[in-house]
């Protein structure tokens, strides 16, 4: 069965500063991984996906994440923080099979000014 | 991008009550998936639906039932409801080879 952890309900850093979301997923094939963001009150928005091509993946706002099959991570960076980044951020895996998404529980970004 | 849209934004039902809602696919998706997000917790998928058919069902009871309609437009049904089903429920469109869309999400809460 597939799986995914997200490691930190809350992570508060300052504007400008390097935004870290770490995600760790199981899966017994090779896997989808996806980063979504929610901002209060809408729906899901894809930031960025990982199909088995490169391994570093550049999603928008310049957010990037990449696939460490030996440590089966996928955390999500961006270099300098938004105040407009505040938002829930949610880390998904899938398979090819039958193409429905398990999310995490999602992590929280608090930007501090 | 048409987009997929809600139907309603919010509703409150009682304890017992069922409810219908309603989802509308981007134009050329055969595929609609169902997600239940409760507080502060992620999305949890309730089934999909291809062509018109179920093709995948999370860990939900009967009581969760859908429908997809040959315009791709669906819905989703609850019965008896209770009141743990108090959530977000966000619908999804995709079709091979393209980007998964989620709608807004209809706010449902049960009293």
């Known amino acids: 069965a597939q799986s995914v952890t997200q490691l930190g309900s809350h992570v508060s850093v300052s504007e400008g500063a390097l935004v870290l979301l770490r995600c760790n997923y199981s899966s017994s094939v090779p896997p989808y991984l996806f980063w979504y963001v929610q901002y209060p009150n809408q729906g899901l928005q894809l930031l960025l996906k990982y199909t088995s091509a490169a391994t570093l993946v550049k999603g928008i706002n310049g957010f990037e994440a990449e696939f460490k099959k030996s440590e089966t991570s996928f955390h999500l960076t961006k270099p300098s923080a938004h105040m407009s980044d505040a938002a829930e951020y949610f880390c998904a895996v899938s398979d090819l099979r039958d193409d429905k998404i398990i999310f995490g529980k999602g992590t929280r970004l608090h930007i501090l000014p | 991008e048409t987009g997929v849209t809600q139907s309603p934004t919010h509703l409150i039902k009682t304890r017992g009550q069922q409810v219908t809602l309603r989802c509308s696919s981007q134009?050329?998706?055969?595929?609609v998936s169902w997600y239940q997000q409760a507080l502060g917790q992620g999305p949890q998928f309730i089934f999909q639906y291809y062509r018109e058919e179920e093709n995948g069902r999370g860990n939900f009871p009967p009581r969760f039932s859908g429908l997809q309609f040959p315009n791709y437009s669906s819905e989703l049904n609850v019965n008896a409801l209770e009141l743990d089903d108090s959530a977000l429920y966000l619908c999804?469109?995709?079709?091979?080879?393209?980007?998964?869309?989620f709608g807004p999400g209809t706010r449902l809460t049960v009293t």
């Open positions: 134009s050329g998706h055969n595929t």
């Open positions: 999804a469109s995709s079709s091979s080879g393209q980007r998964r869309l």
